[in-house]
């Protein structure tokens, strides 16, 4: 096993180099840590390598140990961890699908973490998110996602032009709106569907909701206020697809 | 209009007493932070008083102007905040009532906050929580509420004492777990129904699984896992009173 002492580590750099974004994008690499979420990305077949400065609980070969000061040091967590993986981010392709969910600027790590693991108990596809939504391999994004990140395409980018592919690949695409907005009743659960939930504070931008094909809201009493990932996961139980 | 400029003023101290749930219980106050919950607090009639170290937005006329450093001890803010309300709790009155959730352990703030915010939206009656829950008087768990805190009684106790009693009131429990379990579409919507969800990690206690009239899944692929305030939403959204 590779033991690595000093702070000044050319590798010790480049893992901690990993906690923006910037340096995610670059090496096409993220961290994780805890033995739940590593376990996971085991299982997913993208953990590249274990860092620890204890015992290494997993059959996994490419282990490195380190001190206590240069785990502090790689770790995100104000508390001590003595396990931190290094994963590679899944290849972003996607194939014969028909179910995908278009998150337009959600900012709270936790929601989005939340959506993405909905997404996967319920079997869709995938996960489209605008540029300004929050960055994906956050670490609390990560922890809220329970190892469903790893089991599900998340896709960023621009959403007019992700929806106009959609759109090409036939999917009908349907905005959470309150405004002239029909109920999950009256709009059918067939064919593919794109559904587009909206920033915490702000909704769907205007315009995506103009351009969509349909306006969705949840039917409800009086106060009339979801958080997004309660919102997304009523929506996506409603229109899992019909096996 | 008063003015408190020293940190040792008793009326500081009881304030800041209010940050930790002994504080809480034995005056029946507790504090909001920033001015949408305040505005909140002010339409649900529960705000005391107004401590602000700039100008007063609302018309209400109980505001003590104190300086930033006082306002800087008695938030619970990293950020710097202008205006606190001092609220009274509402008091935990249950009338008719058909529809309730029972919360067996929830830990996390955002989560508890969530579900009583998916709770006022759906119209449930009210929501009990474990002695184990988390604190209501949290500031991330009024955050994640969005105001909804001041509409429903959340009452606090020994969830079998408070099961014995809405039985006596002919409610039926049903209790949600993977195990042993009908999915929603073979539990009727009909009659006075208490839905007790569980501890993030652990789910909902086995004596209360047990001793439950039902016990409910949710329908979905593979991946059997949703964050607890999803799980909660779908639930209350399928179980709102038929109109």
Chains 1, 2 share one sequence.
């Not at 996607?94 to 900012?107: A, F, K, P």
């Not at 489209?128 to 391999?137: G, K, P, R, V």
């Amino acid at each position: 096993m590779e033991v690595i002492t000093s702070l000044q580590n050319a590798r010790v750099k480049k893992w901690t180099a990993l906690h923006t974004k910037k340096g995610r994008d670059e090496t096409g690499l993220f961290l994780v840590e805890g033995e739940h979420l590593i376990q996971e990305a085991l299982k997913a077949g993208i953990l590249e390598t274990l860092i620890t400065d204890s015992d290494n609980p997993f059959e996994f070969e490419n282990v490195i140990q380190v001190t206590p000061e240069i785990m502090k040091k790689i770790s995100q967590n104000v508390s001590a961890v003595h396990l931190i993986g290094v994963c590679r981010q899944k290849e972003q392709k996607t194939g014969m699908i028909s179910r995908v969910i278009l998150l337009d600027g959600v900012q709270d790590p936790g929601n989005l973490g939340t959506m993405i693991r909905t997404a996967v108990s319920f079997g869709f596809d995938a996960v489209y998110c605008s540029d300004d939504t929050c960055d994906l391999y956050n670490d609390k994004v990560i922890r809220s996602t329970q190892g469903a990140l790893f089991h599900i395409p998340v896709i960023r980018g621009s959403l007019p032009g992700i929806i106009e592919d959609l759109r090409k690949d036939d999917f009908r695409i349907i905005a959470t709106t309150l405004e002239h907005s029909k109920t999950m009743s009256e709009i059918e659960n067939t064919g593919k569907l794109g559904f587009v939930f909206g920033n915490e504070g702000k909704g769907v931008r205007k315009e995506i909701q103009l351009d969509a094909d349909e306006r969705l809201r949840i039917e409800m009493e009086g106060f009339e206020s979801l958080n997004v990932a309660v919102a997304a996961g009523i929506v996506m139980y409603h229109y899992q697809r019909k096996s």
